[in-house]
């Protein structure tokens, strides 16, 4: 698979990651978020010429120093023994469920972006 295409299939998952926070808490917040993600995979691919490693970073620290918010959640889903609930239905039950989710989903962000810094577009 191209570069290219790996870069449309990032932008077509987080659009849908952005669409399916609708019934979020905060849907505009993860929105930007996950739309953020899409933008730099689109904009990659068609203004091949411009260095997009400081906005790309930029976004990475961001999402990384927003997660740190997340880190106390995710330590008290790590000490509970049913983790199960946390891939379950989207009711959630425990204070934990939603927190986790967002953490992961901003791991999720970092990841694609440190594979969009390092990738390059080729015609």
């Known amino acids: 698979m191209s570069t290219k295409n790996i870069h449309y299939l990032i932008a077509v998952i987080f659009i849908l990651f952005a669409a399916l926070q609708y ?3 905060d ?3 993860w929105m930007l978020i ?3 993600v ?3 995979a689109v904009l990659k691919v068609y203004l ?3 260095n997009f490693k400081p ?3 930029t976004f990475m620290v961001i999402f990384g120093l927003y997660s740190l918010m ?3 959640i995710f330590v008290e889903f790590l000490g509970n023994p049913d983790k199960s609930e946390l891939f ?3 009711k959630v039950t425990k204070s934990w469920i939603e927190g986790t989710r967002e953490f992961f989903g901003l791991l999720i962000a970092i990841g694609a972006l440190e594979y969009l810094r390092r990738s390059k577009v080729k015609k």
């Open 55 to 57: 906005l790309v970073t």
């Open 23 to 25: 019934n979020d808490p």
């Open 48 to 50: 091949r010429q411009l």
């Open 70 to 72: 997340y880190v106390p």
């Open 38 to 40: 899409t933008l730099v």
């Open 34 to 36: 996950y739309g953020a």
């Open 27 to 29: 849907p505009l917040l």
């Open 88 to 90: 379950g239905a989207m």
